[in-house]
């Protein structure tokens, strides 16, 4: 300030010596500043020159990953995932010697013989399509090749390296990469957003259980089939299967019968597996204790129908035993007591009466009888008149025969059982029914001994039912199941096996029910997915196990003696 | 009162013409090091490439069915039965039976007492 003042005061009078002196010192100033310009500047450049970590980070590169996210299996295996691949097309005009470079495509594009490349690539166009899909790893083998005119566009595509494993569980993504089918269709915005999603199946158990379903399908000249294993306390599915299947990469060209998913969107009439049920109502409703007597050997009649057992009682069960030996007439009469309001309660609580909550698009609608009239609470009681997904009843089974708590089914990885609690039995009841389940596979009068698996305690019902067709039932066409919980004393799982229109066969003495062909399938798999689900064999002989399968069987324990072993 | 010296002043000025080719040089530098940048973040996006197509083939070779086809072929496996699996604590209770001469056969008979 007293510089800059005094410069201003010396311009209107000065002599020489102090001009002198004025002069030298502006010069001064002038230096200073641009000495300090100078080393700002020199400052600035020497700090560039150190410290080019900050200016890199400027740089770092922001790989978006706005790819879609992949699907895994709950173990972390890849399911479904998204991989580069190249288009690869050819420039007619570009090419020099089609015939050579026909010669050399075709060492390296083996789906296409040597003439078809040579039409396609002599063709008056600028743009020859060669291959849609090509892997980096072809793709670079083609231009090692070096011939002119050939080009490539890299493109994303999904890619489900598992084939048919759970293909109608993953569905398919159209060309835009939008979730079209499954859970690719059902998960799509989280799919999108380029998160990764771990599903509940378990790839393994998934292996078997398709290769068992399948190979049994092929033993009974069958048309198709389905299998589900589900754990009762989180209600994940572990492994679902619907066969005829098909090649998840290829989900475009495949025909409407091997796409459609006969676990969760099949309507059927699933039969005595609904005994399992009509019994637990019996029991929770405290109309009927599972000593009580019922009478199967007088003829019943509803309407113009008379409900019939396949194998005709000598004696009177009590309901216990109805649901062992399976008797339609002791369901029937069971369920005739209880009436419809308390059939339809437990019904609409086990989730019959709309579509299960699964994680996917493709899901049935139950087909529940408009009027409900005692005619329809007698045959459903033995499952009929009633169509539903093997989802529902498999879930249905969890419920009923696991804790009596609700089961509902998921696809999705949880990590802990679900938090909402709907008691529908209780846990005596669903005790009970164990026993009883346990008994229709190891008791001689049971219908699933085939099903029997030392240590696993295997618990289960069969059911076999005409196919409906036209107005009346097929006689021919049967759908059979199976659906189990193991182990007995303390359920862990459940599986369910269904085959669709089994042909009886020698090996089966010409029988093609639920007993010989669904439930030795489900046997089958269990022996094999038991280890691997950590569920570890006892010894049914202990006491304590004994004591938790214990049951009053009169009519059965006399035959039992007579079969001499039980 | 400052007065600069001509010594000063040429000093000043020989900074003044280094700093010139020292910006000049850093610029360079920072050229070369963006170039090298974008070089690294395409090999990092070809990197991610091999990467997912090389998890999708090893998904593809390790997918259980044909992992079941190979061991058939390969090993000598068979799945578990559920007399060759006892709980940890058992383990004392095995016991070999005294009365088969066969070696072999005694090993495939051992049992939990």
């Known amino acids: ?566 | 009162m400052i007065v600069f010296s001509l010594r000063a002043t040429i000093i000043l000025t020989l900074i003044t013409i280094m700093l010139g080719p020292l910006v000049y040089l850093s610029g360079i530098r920072k050229d070369t090091h963006e170039s090298e940048l974008l070089q690294i973040e395409a090999s990092i996006a070809e990197t991610r490439d091999s990467i997912t197509v090389l998890k999708a083939e090893w998904a593809y070779l390790s997918r259980p069915d044909r992992i079941l086809q190979l061991s058939e072929r390969f090993l000598d496996v068979k799945p578990l039965d559920p007399h060759q699996i006892i709980p940890v604590n058992e383990l004392n209770k095995i016991t070999k039976p005294q009365t088969s001469n066969n070696i072999e056969e005694a090993n495939l008979t051992w049992r939990i007492e």
């Open chain 1, 1 to 566: 300030m007293n510089v800059l003042s005094r410069l201003i005061r010396l311009i209107s009078d000065m002599p020489a010596a102090e001009a002198r002196r004025v002069a030298a010192s502006r010069l001064g100033v002038v230096r200073i500043v641009a000495l300090c310009c100078f080393c700002a500047i020199g400052l600035r450049v020497g700090w560039l020159a150190i410290d080019l970590s900050s200016e890199a980070k400027a740089y770092t590169p922001t790989i978006k990953q706005s790819v879609r996210g992949d699907i895994l299996d709950r173990n972390g295996q890849v399911m479904a995932t998204t991989v580069p691949v190249f288009e690869l097309y050819a420039d007619p005009q570009e090419i020099l010697d089609p015939r050579e470079a026909a010669a050399k495509l075709a060492t390296v594009l083996t789906d296409m013989d040597e003439e078809t490349i040579y039409k396609r690539i002599t063709r008056d166009t600028r743009y020859a399509e060669l291959a849609w899909r090509l892997s980096p790893k072809k793709y670079a083998d083609v231009l090692r090749l070096g011939v002119a005119g050939i080009h490539g566009r890299r493109k994303l595509t999904r890619a489900y390296p598992n084939a048919t494993a759970a293909a109608h569980v993953l569905g398919g993504v159209n060309k835009d990469g939008q979730g079209i089918a499954g859970i690719e269709h059902h998960q799509n915005t989280l799919l999108a957003s380029g998160t990764d999603l771990t599903l509940s199946i378990d790839l393994n158990i998934q292996a078997i259980l398709r290769e068992e379903i399948s190979s049994q399908i092929d033993l009974f000249e069958a048309i198709g089939g389905a299998g589900i294993i589900q754990d009762i306390e989180t209600g994940e599915i572990i492994a679902m299967v619907s066969l005829p299947d098909y090649n998840a990469n290829h989900m475009g060209y495949i025909a409407d019968d091997h796409r459609f998913n006969r676990a969760t969107k099949g309507l059927y009439e699933l039969g005595s597996t609904f005994k399992v049920m009509n019994t637990a109502m019996a029991l929770e409703s405290g109309i009927f204790a599972e000593t009580d007597m019922i009478d199967v050997i007088s003829t019943l009649r509803v309407g113009r129908h008379i409900i019939d057992d396949y194998h005709p009682e000598k004696a009177n069960l009590n309901v216990a035993e109805v649901l062992i030996v399976s008797s339609n007439k002791g369901s029937a009469r069971i369920a005739d007591k209880l009436g419809a309001d308390i059939q339809k309660h437990f019904l609409n609580e086990l989730g019959f009466f709309e579509k299960t909550a699964l994680e996917l698009p493709e899901l049935g609608m139950p087909l529940i009888p408009s009027r409900w009239g005692r005619a329809e609470i007698m045959t459903i009681s033995y499952g009929h008149g009633i169509s539903v997904t093997p989802v529902h009843l498999t879930s249905a089974i969890a419920t009923t025969a696991g804790s009596g708590l609700l089961v509902t089914p998921t696809l999705i990885k949880q990590s802990q059982p679900a938090e909402i609690n709907v008691q529908v039995f209780s846990p005596q009841t669903a005790a009970k029914i164990r026993a009883m389940m346990r008994r229709v596979v190891s008791h001689p009068r049971g219908t699933a001994n085939k099903a029997d698996v030392n240590g696993y305690l295997v618990a289960g019902k069969t059911g076999t039912s005409e196919k409906i067709s036209g107005n009346g039932y097929d006689t021919k066409a049967n759908i059979t199941s199976f659906v189990s919980v193991f182990p007995a004393n303390d359920p862990k799982y459940v599986v369910f096996t269904m085959i669709d229109e089994p042909k009886g066969q020698k090996h089966s003495y010409n029988f093609a029910t639920a007993g010989w062909v669904a439930a030795p399938v489900a046997g089958r798999i269990i022996k094999r997915v038991a280890p691997m689900l950590g569920v570890h064999p006892i010894d049914e002989n202990m006491p304590e196990i004994r004591q938790s399968l214990m049951l009053n069987l009169p009519e059965l324990e006399k035959e039992g003696a007579k079969h001499a072993s039980f």
